[in-house]
């Protein structure tokens, strides 16, 4: 069956070269040839063109539609190289295998192309995507605005507490500029020489996403205690994460609760006086104490 196979491919007894049929007709030959090297020549070009994109452009969003059509183009061009060889060798068996394998690959490269047409449609055009580009840019830079000009003071640290970046109204609580703060760890400008999160809140923030009204007490540039309320929330896009945190000022809050606890100390204290010298311990010590005074002057 091999042989037999070999002897169909191979086998050019009884056959006459294509040339024959044209009369062997220099000009028609040569003009024949000549155009079947080209368009084969070109057809091998586009196909390694192809098969080089493809390689080097890992993200094709239609990679197998890519190389359908480096096989089919590459078996186009060496169905004109076989015409060229037909012209003098009659080759015909081996043509007819190439155009055969040729006529499956066109039919499943056109299927193909249709079933990804519709795909193809629906892919943003240039226009589209520097639209689309613009307004992402336009959101991010809305985005940066509110937060760098929120009333409330922010800010933003990595995984390893450092931060990233800072709202204005943090500036001004604080008492720094941005350069003096951002790449800084949080804990530089906190009141006591620790982290921001304890480990516990650390903990908790990842777990639960957020954490909310933490006590902690940051130190102003001029030295001064500031006490706050920090409410951190996780943040992640893409695969970045890191810590959105908000800081509430209670620092005169906390002074009035203190001064208000003074005055009310201040004012049970007389009033303790008062029920302590109307008891009858009060009366007893002051009969003995009256007692010892009238003894010593008759004395």
Same mark, same amino acid.
């Given at each position: 069956?091999?042989?037999?196979?070999?002897?169909?491919?191979?086998?050019?007894?009884?056959?006459?070269?294509?040339?024959?049929?044209?009369?062997?007709?220099?000009?028609?030959?040569?003009?024949?040839?000549?155009?079947?090297?080209?368009?084969?020549?070109?057809?091998?070009?586009?196909?390694?063109?192809?098969?080089?994109?493809?390689?080097?452009?890992?993200?094709?969003?239609?990679?197998?539609?890519?190389?359908?059509?480096?096989?089919?183009?590459?078996?186009?061009?060496?169905?004109?190289?076989?015409?060229?060889?037909?012209?003098?060798?009659?080759?015909?068996?081996?043509?007819?295998?190439?155009?055969?394998?040729?006529?499956?690959?066109?039919?499943?490269?056109?299927?193909?192309?249709?079933?990804?047409?519709?795909?193809?449609?629906?892919?943003?055009?240039?226009?589209?995507?520097?639209?689309?580009?613009? !307004?992402? *840019?336009?959101? &991010? $830079?809305?985005? /940066? =605005? @509110?937060?760098?000009?929120?009333?409330? +003071?922010?800010?933003?640290?990595?995984?390893?507490?450092?931060?990233?970046?800072?709202?204005?109204?943090?500036?001004?609580?604080?008492?720094?500029?941005?350069?003096?703060?951002?790449?800084?760890?949080?804990?530089?400008?906190?009141?006591?020489?620790?982290?921001?999160?304890?480990?516990?809140?650390?903990?908790?923030?990842?777990?639960?996403?957020?954490?909310?009204?933490?006590?902690?007490?940051?130190?102003?540039?001029?030295?001064?205690?500031?006490?706050?309320?920090?409410?951190?929330?996780?943040?992640?896009?893409?695969?970045?994460?890191?810590?959105?945190?908000?800081?509430?000022?209670?620092? !005169?809050? *906390?002074?009035? &609760? $203190?001064?208000? /606890? =003074? @005055?009310?100390?201040?004012?049970?204290? +007389?009033?303790?006086?008062?029920?302590?010298?109307?008891?009858?311990?009060?009366?007893?010590?002051?009969?003995?104490?009256?007692?010892?005074?009238?003894?010593?002057?008759?004395?």
């Amino acid at each position: 069956m091999v042989e037999g196979w070999a002897d169909w491919l191979f086998d050019h007894s009884g056959l006459i070269p294509h040339g024959f049929w044209l009369l062997w007709e220099p000009g028609l030959i040569w003009t024949y040839a000549t155009s079947d090297v080209a368009i084969a020549t070109a057809h091998f070009s586009i196909s390694l063109s192809l098969a080089v994109f493809a390689h080097r452009r890992r993200d094709l969003v239609f990679r197998p539609l890519f190389l359908l059509f480096v096989v089919f183009v590459l078996l186009c061009g060496t169905t004109h190289w076989l015409d060229v060889l037909t012209l003098w060798v009659p080759a015909y068996g081996l043509e007819a295998v190439v155009k055969a394998a040729t006529a499956g690959v066109s039919i499943v490269t056109a299927a193909t192309l249709w079933w990804f047409t519709p795909q193809a449609i629906a892919l943003p055009s240039p226009a589209q995507l520097q639209a689309a580009n613009a !307004a992402l *840019r336009d959101s &991010e $830079a809305l985005h /940066r =605005a @509110s937060f760098e000009h929120s009333p409330q +003071p922010l800010y933003t640290s990595d995984n390893s507490d450092v931060i990233t970046g800072v709202s204005d109204s943090f500036l001004t609580l604080l008492g720094y500029t941005k350069p003096e703060v951002v790449g800084r760890a949080v804990s530089e400008f906190w009141a006591q020489d620790v982290n921001l999160f304890i480990q516990s809140d650390h903990a908790r923030l990842r777990a639960e996403g957020a954490v909310h009204d933490l006590e902690r007490r940051f130190r102003h540039r001029d030295g001064t205690v500031i006490e706050v309320l920090v409410t951190a929330r996780l943040e992640r896009r893409g695969g970045d994460t890191w810590i959105l945190s908000a800081l509430t000022d209670v620092t !005169a809050s *906390r002074r009035a &609760e $203190a001064a208000l /606890r =003074a @005055s009310r100390n201040a004012c049970t204290r +007389p009033r303790r006086w008062r029920r302590w010298a109307s008891s009858p311990a009060a009366s007893r010590m002051t009969s003995t104490i009256c007692c010892r005074a009238s003894r010593d002057a008759s004395t």
